[in-house]
C-alpha cells in the first residue's frame, strides 16, 4: 500500500551514498546503502530518491539505511544493475516547509535511456542520451529532465535522442 501521499524531490543531489549489500529475497530485493551524511536522519517510511528512484527506507542507523525494490523497479530502472560498491545519488523527500531550488522531480521513472555520446569542454560536458519515443515525447526543447535523479535542462532534441549540459559542480558532485 502507498506510505500515505505524494513525495517530490528537487533533482538535486544531497550525496552519494554506496550499496553495501544486496539481499534478494524472492521477487523483492533489499539494498543496504552507506550514506553516514543523510542516515542518521532517515526514519523507517521516509522518502529517498536512489538515483532517481523513489523508494522507501526500511531499516537505517548512523552510517547506513535499507530500501526494498520488487522486480518492476529492477527492470525499469538502473537499480536492476547495481553491485556491492555501485556508487548512487540521493536525496531525501522535499519538506513544504522549505525552499525549493531544482525543479519539482517525482521519483517515478518514465523508462531508460542509453548514452549515446558525450562531448567534453574544459569545464563542462554535453551528454547526448539515445531513447524512443514513449520518452521523447515527454522532452521538450530548453525544458527540465531528470538524469539519475538529477534535475537537468534539455539542451537539444531530435527525433531519436536530447543532450543535457553537465556543469562543473554536478561533475563533481553526482555519479
Known amino acids: 500500500m502507498d506510505q500515505g501521499g505524494v513525495f517530490m524531490f528537487t533533482g538535486l543531489i544531497e550525496?552519494?551514498?554506496?550499496?553495501?549489500?544486496?539481499?534478494?529475497?524472492?521477487?523483492?530485493w533489499q539494498l543496504d546503502i552507506e550514506a553516514p551524511k543523510i542516515?542518521?536522519?532517515?526514519r523507517i517510511g521516509d522518502s529517498v530518491s536512489i538515483s532517481g528512484?523513489?523508494?522507501?527506507?526500511v531499516r537505517s542507523d548512523n552510517r547506513s539505511f535499507s530500501i526494498e525494490i520488487m522486480e518492476e523497479?529492477?527492470?525499469?530502472?538502473?537499480?536492476?544493475?547495481?553491485?556491492?560498491?555501485?556508487?548512487v545519488n540521493l536525496e531525501r523527500a522535499m519538506r513544504l516547509d522549505s525552499r525549493l531550488d531544482?525543479?519539482?522531480v517525482s521519483g517515478h521513472i518514465d523508462g531508460l535511456a542509453?548514452?549515446?555520446?558525450?562531448?567534453?569542454?574544459p569545464e563542462t560536458m554535453k551528454y547526448f542520451f539515445n531513447a524512443g519515443p514513449d520518452i521523447l515525447s515527454g522532452i521538450v526543447h530548453k525544458g527540465s529532465v531528470a538524469i539519475d535523479g538529477i534535475s537537468l535542462t534539455v539542451i537539444d532534441v531530435?527525433?531519436?535522442t536530447f543532450s543535457v549540459g553537465i556543469i562543473p559542480t554536478t561533475i563533481s558532485e553526482t555519479t
Open 158 to 160: 531530435t527525433t531519436d
Open 114 to 121: 542509453k548514452v549515446d555520446k558525450i562531448e567534453t569542454y
Open 39 to 42: 542516515a542518521g536522519e532517515l
Open 53 to 57: 528512484a523513489c523508494s522507501t527506507v
Open 73 to 87: 523497479t529492477r527492470n525499469k530502472t538502473k537499480l536492476g544493475d547495481l553491485k556491492n560498491g555501485s556508487r
Open 102 to 104: 531544482g525543479h519539482i
Open 15 to 28: 550525496t552519494i551514498g554506496k550499496v553495501s549489500a544486496i539481499h534478494p529475497r524472492g521477487d523483492v
